[in-house]
């Protein structure tokens, strides 16, 4: 029996216990923090259970960054150093679910290398190349508590990878190599050179 398009919808919905509206809120719950702020540089915890609180974070978390347009957030940008992801690839499309990660660990990567530009939503306005492996093998547990395996490429690799760097204190800027594009684009919008961690 083929499905109606109501009834898709609805099971889309009801696929994430963490589901919340895409449409920007007028009170983001939570602070975005910005380069330069020591909470971004301090590494998080792993969550021992995954309850409602942790869902209400990661609910929080996502109408933090439906509201900045954003497509990844993780916990420290809002000052919570527990190793808790979100991401929605496709926060135009009110039925697809987005994805929790947490407790992330990378199995392995796999691909070739490639470079991309980034941004993050703790570092507005900066948009810079980095170069990452194609591909990854993720190991986590959704918000349910349910371990899962993913192995992805494209914009979902990349992506997790940025946010897993979070969890770590690590920002994409750390990892440029660009210097000369590094240090204009940090002034124009800006941010201190200093905030900076090269990783060499
Ligand atoms: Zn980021």
């Given at each position: 029996m083929a499905r109606s398009f109501a009834q898709m919808a609805r099971s889309a919905e009801l696929s994430?216990?963490?589901?919340?509206?895409?449409?920007p809120v007028d009170q983001p719950p939570l602070e975005i923090h910005t380069l330069g702020d020591a909470v971004l540089r301090t590494p998080a915890?792993?969550?021992?259970k995954v309850d409602e609180a942790v869902r209400e974070l990661a609910r929080d978390m996502l109408r933090s960054m439906y509201t900045a347009k954003g497509i990844g957030l993780a916990a420290p940008q809002v000052g919570v150093h527990k190793q808790l992801l979100v991401i929605d690839l496709d926060p135009d499309n009110p039925a697809t679910p987005?994805?929790?990660?947490?407790?992330?660990?990378?199995?392995?990567?796999?691909?070739?290398?490639?470079?991309?530009?980034?941004?993050c939503l703790?570092?507005?306005g900066v948009y810079l190349n980095v170069?990452?492996?194609?591909?990854?093998?993720?190991?986590?547990?959704?918000?349910?508590?349910?371990?899962?395996?993913l192995?992805?490429?494209?914009?979902?690799?990349?992506?997790?990878?940025?946010?897993?760097?979070?969890?770590?204190?690590?920002?994409?800027?750390?990892?440029?190599?660009?210097?000369?594009?590094?240090?204009?684009?940090?002034?124009?919008?800006?941010?201190?050179?200093?905030?900076?961690?090269?990783i060499r």
């Open positions: 994430s216990r963490v589901q919340v509206p895409k449409e915890r792993r969550i021992s987005p994805m929790v990660l947490i407790n992330p660990e990378i199995r392995s990567f796999g691909g070739s290398l490639d470079t991309y530009e980034e941004g703790s570092i507005p170069v990452r492996p194609t591909a990854v093998e993720v190991s986590f547990r959704d918000e349910m508590g349910r371990p899962q395996k192995r992805t490429d494209g914009l979902l690799a990349r992506c997790i990878q940025h946010e897993m760097d979070h969890l770590n204190g690590v920002l994409f800027v750390d990892r440029v190599t660009d210097e000369i594009s590094l240090n204009e684009e940090l002034k124009q919008q800006g941010f201190d050179r200093n905030a900076v961690h090269t």
